[in-house]
């Protein structure tokens, strides 16, 4: 219970980013807080970066498939039968690029992650803490294209809907 509480106490302490996502420096009590509690928070980080990445393997199979399996296919048939519209390829071409795009970011935010666990917190708190800021923001920038990957597949099954209530 106890660990519990100080490790509250420690992501309280770490959340202290000024406005513009730039770390502030840290004060005594942080560095001092990285450092005690340096062996706990970097078993979290190694756990994050095991179930972050069975997600992306997850998130990456299913934008595949939904757009390999049902949304291209779906298209091609749309044009062949001269039903297409252009909501129907825009839709396509978005959801590609932001799945491209999910794909980098996400990427780009394991080699961050990566570098963060393998910095020292116990003699670089400093240092740990500004990759630990640029970690979030990376985490930040996948979760926005895992949110705009679902409303174009939303998009997507509302575009049919108003398909299928015209034919």
């Known amino acids: 219970m106890q660990n519990r509480i100080k490790l509250a106490i420690f992501a309280l302490v770490l959340a202290v980013v000024s406005c513009n996502g730039v770390a502030l420096a840290i004060s005594d009590e942080q560095r001092v807080a990285i450092k005690d509690h340096c062996a706990i928070v970097k078993d979290n980080l190694k756990d994050l970066q095991r179930r ?7 998130l990456g199979r299913y934008y595949e498939i939904l757009y390999n399996k049902f949304i291209v296919p779906l298209n091609i048939r749309l044009v062949e039968n001269n039903l297409s519209g252009l909501d129907f390829i825009n839709n396509q071409n978005e ?20 570098d963060l666990v393998g910095t020292d917190c116990k003699t670089e708190p400093e240092r740990f803490y500004d990759k630990l800021v640029m970690v979030r923001e990376k985490r930040a920038a996948v979760a926005g294209d895992v949110i705009k990957l679902r409303k174009l597949a939303a998009k997507h099954v509302s575009l049919v809907k108003e398909l299928e209530v015209k034919l």
């Open 52 to 58: 972050d990445s069975r997600t992306r393997v997850y």
């Open 95 to 114: 959801f590609n690029r932001a799945r491209s795009t999910f794909v980098t970011e996400y990427v780009e935010y394991q080699r961050v992650l990566e």
